[in-house]
T-cell receptor
């Protein structure tokens, strides 16, 4: 139980284009999902918290217009990186919280912007 | 502001050599102390949640304990497949982001055969 998937696992895009990453909770309903970013050899940095049916809450320093988050259902949240630039290249990981308050993480998406 | 400090940053063990990882934390209202394992290029894998001082949980060769200021992850007779980065995180009972976790920097564990 408590499986979270992400798609795609890897994506390469050109500078200036937009990329959408999907996060799904496969066997439970997640009222809250989280998006993290991880740089090489560093820990996870929370980008935003999304609740189903409402606007996401972004952490300080995270650009809302660049990282668009949509939590359309209890099993799906999406992160769209708009007008991507090389500095947006990173490992993006989502997590979903079940009713017991525990968070389960997806396998991550490696984004490379050329 | 919640803070989590893990030590050591890196730990090298011989197979079978037991040891402990430390996680010290400062939080206004603790709503769970979480341990995760992360392999390179993958998302964190959930290991344990501890909610109150004195609580202990075990899973195979791993045992997690919790006090009011820190948590320990004890590894008994480790095997090479236990090599990974171990992450500690605290959940804050207060604030506006219910369920938000603050992570430590992690401990990179390497177990040599």
């Amino acid at each position: 139980g408590a499986v979270v998937s992400q798609h795609p696992s890897r994506v390469i895009c050109k500078s200036g284009t937009s990329v959408k990453i999907e996060c799904r909770s496969l066997d439970f309903q997640a009222t809250t999902m989280f998006w993290y970013r991880q740089f090489p050899k560093q820990s996870l940095m929370l980008m935003a918290t999304s609740n189903e049916g409402s606007k996401a809450t972004y952490e300080q320093g995270v650009e809302k217009d660049k990282f668009l988050i949509n939590h359309a259902s209890l099993t799906l949240s999406t992160l769209t990186v708009t007008s991507a630039h090389p500095e947006d290249s990173s490992f993006y990981i989502c997590s979903a919280r079940d009713k017991t308050y525990e968070q389960y993480f997806g396998p991550g998406t490696r984004l490379t912007v050329t | 502001e919640d803070q989590v400090t893990q030590s050591p940053e890196a730990l090298r063990l011989q197979e079978g050599e037991s040891s402990s990882l430390n996680c010290s934390y400062t939080v206004s209202g603790l709503r769970g102390l979480f341990w995760y394992r992360q392999d390179p290029g993958k998302g964190p894998e959930f290991l344990f949640t501890l909610y109150s001082a004195g609580e202990e949980k075990e899973k195979e060769r791993l045992k997690a304990t919790l006090t009011k200021k820190e948590s320990f992850l004890h590894i008994t007779a480790p095997k090479p497949e236990d090599s990974a980065t171990y992450l500690c995180a605290v959940g804050d009972a207060g604030g506006t982001s219910y369920g938000k976790l603050t992570f430590g920097q992690g401990t990179i564990l390497t177990v040599h055969p």
